[in-house]
T-cell receptor, first 110, second 119 residues
Framework: QKEVEQNSGPLSVPEGAIASLNCTYS??????FFWYRQYSGKSPELIMF????GDKEDGRFTAQLNKASQYVSLLIRDSQPSDSATYLC??????????FGKGTTLSVSS | GAVVSQHPSWVICKSGTSVKIECRSL??????MFWYRQFPKQSLMLMAT?????????EQGVEKDKFLINHASLTLSTLTVTSAHPEDSSFYIC???????????????FGPGTRLTVL
C-alpha cells in the first residue's frame, strides 16, 4: 500500500514566521512530488513541484526533497494570514495518479 | 497554470435521480483526467482515471456502474452519478494532466469542484 503521511496539525505560527510542513512517503519508486494548497470549500491549488533532491525556491515557498529519507517538506517564509489553509502533499511515479496525504492545516495568526 | 473548469459548481437533486458533472481543460488537451471525491474534513479520494478514447480505470471500492465516466474528447470528461443517494453527497473534483510539460512531469491541475447534495 503506497502511503503519504502528513501531520494533520493544526500548525499554528505567528504572522511573519516561517511555517514548516513535512511529508513522508512509502514508495521508493516515487519520482514526482507536489505541494497543493486547499482553502476550505475550494479545490486544491498547485503551489510547487519538485523532482530532484535538494531545494527548490519560488517566492516565499521552498520545497525540499530527500529521496534517501523519503521526505518532502515545504517552507513558507514570512507567513501571512492568507496562507492559512490545508496543505496537501502528493507523490507519484511517472504516468500514474497522484497519491495524496491527508493534509496539514496551517493557521497563521496576525 | 493550466485552466480546468467544472460544471455545475453545485447541484441539489432528489434521491434516485442521476447527475452529470462536466470537466473541461480550457487551454490544453488532456489525454488523462482524474476524478476525486472529498468528504468534509477528509482528504481527496481518487475515484477513477479517465483516458481519452478508452474505458476509465476505477479504484478499488468505486462502483463503475454507479459512477459512469466518459472521456470522449481531449478536452472533456464527464462523471455521471446514477441513482444518487444521500450518501453520495460530496465534493467531486476533477483534475487534468498537462502534457505540455513533457513526459517526465505529471503536474495535475484541478477544476473548482462540484458540490453535490442528494436529498
Amino acid at each position: 500500500q503506497k502511503e503519504v503521511e502528513q501531520n494533520s496539525g493544526p500548525l499554528s505560527v505567528p504572522e511573519g514566521a516561517i511555517a514548516s510542513l513535512n511529508c513522508t512517503y512509502s514508495d521508493r519508486g516515487s519520482q514526482s512530488f507536489f505541494w497543493y494548497r486547499q482553502y476550505s470549500g475550494k479545490s486544491p491549488e498547485l503551489i510547487m513541484f519538485i523532482y530532484s533532491n535538494g531545494d527548490k525556491e519560488d517566492g516565499r515557498f521552498t520545497a525540499q526533497l530527500n529521496k534517501a529519507s523519503q521526505y518532502v517538506s515545504l517552507l513558507i517564509r514570512d507567513s501571512q494570514p492568507s496562507d492559512s489553509a490545508t496543505y496537501l502533499c502528493a507523490v507519484n511515479q511517472a504516468g500514474t495518479a497522484l497519491i495524496f496525504g491527508k493534509g496539514t492545516t496551517l493557521s497563521v495568526s496576525s | 497554470g493550466a485552466v480546468v473548469s467544472q460544471h455545475p459548481s453545485w447541484v441539489i437533486c432528489k434521491s434516485g435521480t442521476s447527475v452529470k458533472i462536466e470537466c473541461r481543460s480550457l487551454d490544453f488537451q488532456a489525454t488523462t483526467m482524474f476524478w476525486y471525491r472529498q468528504f468534509p474534513k477528509q482528504s481527496l479520494m481518487l475515484m477513477a482515471t479517465s483516458n481519452e478514447g478508452s474505458k476509465a480505470t476505477y479504484e478499488q471500492g468505486v462502483e463503475k456502474d454507479k459512477f459512469l465516466i466518459n472521456h470522449a474528447s481531449l478536452t472533456l470528461s464527464t462523471l455521471t452519478v446514477t441513482s444518487a443517494h444521500p450518501e453520495d453527497s460530496s465534493f467531486y473534483i476533477c483534475s487534468a494532466r498537462d502534457p505540455r510539460r513533457g513526459p517526465h512531469t505529471d503536474t495535475q491541475y484541478f477544476g473548482p469542484g462540484t458540490r453535490l447534495t442528494v436529498l
